[in-house]
């Protein structure tokens, strides 16, 4: 007995390309159970010409459209397995260059047995990739594909094609929790966060035909912001966003001093736009998850800012200690009281800056509700350093 299916195309303004997509997979799936879902995140009548199509297909076909784009193209995919019939998923572009007719080749490599995750490679052996169009957009796969495999080299290492946005997932091997998706890459993702039997298929990448390309730079920068959350957790992206505010300090000390500004104001100007612009940063990129939860934007801000300062104000004459007491280097010293500072200032922001608000006890006229009484700060900074510090996708 064959697998039932559910195809999951996740779209943007792909109106033009709803009718074919759904005939074309129609007559690759003949005779299985299966049904199409689009996940729906556009702004024109997709959703619309979806339903349209839907009433005379030659198999279910639904749509959810989306009124938030949470999460791009792979928190669209995550939605679409979360609302799946099938317990096995195909996900395919909406875009006619992933083959439907290639379904059929993927399910039946599912069915024999040894893999949880089926890829479309563009890579393997009879795979073909002219689908990109230009040298340039095929060098810049080829080079992310290259990054990518060498920063998980055994979770990929049977992978040729981890960026493909057309494969097979069993749905039962996935906690959809854990998934935390940025962008188009969802299939990385999954293979970063799950230990994953993998097999392939080649696929022939097609042309575009209509509707216009979602690869843009924004994209390859929220790719790369992913991949080293994926790989390194949020201290990574904590740390480079120090590292960057760091050179940007320096700069600003020169300059200042350039112009005649006596060091230690330049010092002092250069150590608060550099406090403030880390904020702005670590907001958007490192704890962008937690903000919801957490205090208002100006109680952040305020913590933050705060904590900073004091930091930078005691860091020194404790570095100083360390040299008159333990006579060591200066640029041991300097180096040991950074990275202390490091770790103290990434748990103080995970741990209370972007701490979840407190619940508190209720009470009304006909009972009183008391809130499970929050973890220890102990048990807290154990839990910052397990989830979030010691979280690569690969162990």
Same mark, same amino acid.
């Given at each position: ?12 303004? &792909? ?35 979806? &339903? ?23 928190? @669209? ?32 490599? !599912? ?8 890829? %479309? ?21 080829? @080079?992310?594909?290259?990054?990518? /495999?060498? $920063? ?39 293979? @970063? ?9 080649? $696929?022939?990448?097609? &042309? ?5 390309? /979602? ?18 957790? /949020? ?63 100006? %109680? ?17 004459? =404790? ?8 006579? =060591?280097?200066?640029?041991? %010293?300097? @180096?040991?009281?950074?990275?202390? %500072? ?9 741990? !209370? ?17 008391? &809130?499970? /009484? ?15 510090? $010691? ?5």
């Amino acid at each position: 007995m064959s697998t039932a299916l559910t195809i999951i195309v996740p779209t943007f303004n &792909e109106r033009a390309n709803v009718a074919e997509l759904v005939a074309r997979v129609g007559v690759a799936l003949a005779g299985r159970q299966a049904e199409v879902l689009f996940i729906d995140d556009s702004t024109d009548d997709t959703a619309a010409e979806v &339903e349209r199509v839907a009433t005379d297909a030659p198999l279910p076909v639904r749509v959810i459209h989306r009124s938030e784009n949470v999460g791009g193209l792979g928190g @669209a995919v995550v939605r679409g397995l979360a609302e799946a019939a099938a317990e096995v998923c195909i996900v395919m572009d909406g875009d006619l260059q992933h083959p439907p007719e290639l379904i059929p080749t993927i399910a039946e490599r !599912f069915e024999q047995g040894d893999a949880d995750v089926v890829a %479309a490679s563009r890579y393997v052996g009879g795979g073909d990739s002219r689908g990109l169009g230009t040298a340039l957009r095929f060098g810049v796969s080829r @080079a992310a594909t290259w990054l990518t /495999k060498a $920063m998980f080299p055994r979770r990929l290492a049977r992978s040729t094609d981890p960026m493909t946005g057309f494969f097979l997932v069993d749905r039962r091997r996935l906690d959809l929790a854990q998934l935390r998706p940025q962008g188009f890459k969802i299939l990385l993702e999954i293979l @970063a966060r799950t230990d994953m039997r993998i097999a392939e298929v080649p $696929m022939e990448f097609s &042309e575009r035909r209509n509707g216009t390309s /979602k690869a843009t730079l924004r994209q390859g920068a929220t790719f790369a912001l992913h991949l080293a959350r994926l790989r390194f957790g /949020k201290m990574s992206l904590f740390a480079l966003i120090g590292g960057i505010g760091a050179v940007v300090n320096l700069a600003i000390m020169w300059a200042l001093t350039t112009f005649g500004v006596d060091y230690i104001w330049a010092a002092i100007i250069g150590a608060e736009v550099t406090i403030i612009g880390n904020f702005i940063l670590q907001e958007r990129f490192v704890f962008g998850d937690m903000r919801t939860d957490a205090r208002s934007i100006g %109680a952040r801000f305020a913590a933050s800012f705060t904590f900073n300062n004091v930091e930078a104000a005691l860091r020194i004459p =404790i570095m100083v200690l360390m040299v008159e007491t333990w006579h =060591i280097s200066s640029v041991l %010293a300097t @180096a040991l009281s950074l990275v202390v %500072a490091f770790f103290a200032r990434f748990l103080f922001h995970s741990l !209370f800056v972007y701490a979840p608000r407190r619940a508190r006890s209720r009470t009304d006229a006909a009972s009183t509700v008391s &809130e499970p /009484k929050p973890d220890t700060a102990a048990q807290r900074i154990i839990r910052a350093i397990d989830t979030e510090a $010691m979280r690569p996708g690969e162990l």
